[in-house]
């Protein structure tokens, strides 16, 4: 069982940055990928990024290439949302996620979400 709790999520004008993070507990945190998906009003729920078990390799939306970074500290059992650059449609419900897979096909673990809210 691993419990997944975000932080970080604010009201920020559009052009700042934020951090998101989101902490981990329970057993075998580096056996699992982890990943950031956004719910906004009216939209379905989508992918943002994701980081391997080890870091090796990271994964981002088009939306946000190049102005997220995806990092994770397996010794603190945390993993970040570094956001810049924000616009007015990154408005969400973050969460974060955990894949034993690696492919987020399937999620094993859900975290219960932040609401990052940017204003223009």
């Known amino acids: 069982q691993v419990q997944l709790v975000e932080s970080g999520g604010v009201l920020v004008q559009a052009g700042g940055s934020l951090r998101l993070s989101c902490a981990a507990s329970g057993r075998a945190f580096s056996s699992y990928a982890l990943g950031w998906f956004r719910h906004a009003p009216g939209k379905e729920r989508e992918f943002v990024a994701a980081?391997?078990?080890?870091?090796?390799?990271?994964y981002y939306a088009d939306s946000v290439k190049g102005r997220f970074i995806i990092s994770r500290d397996n010794a603190k059992t945390t993993v970040y949302l570094q956001m810049n650059s924000l616009k007015p449609e990154d408005t969400a419900v973050y969460y974060c996620?955990?894949?034993?897979?690696?492919?987020?096909?399937?999620?094993?673990?859900w975290g219960q979400g932040t609401q990052v809210t940017v204003s223009s």
């Open positions: 996620a955990a894949s034993a897979s690696g492919s987020f096909h399937y999620v094993d673990y």
């Open positions: 980081i391997s078990k080890s870091s090796d390799n990271t």
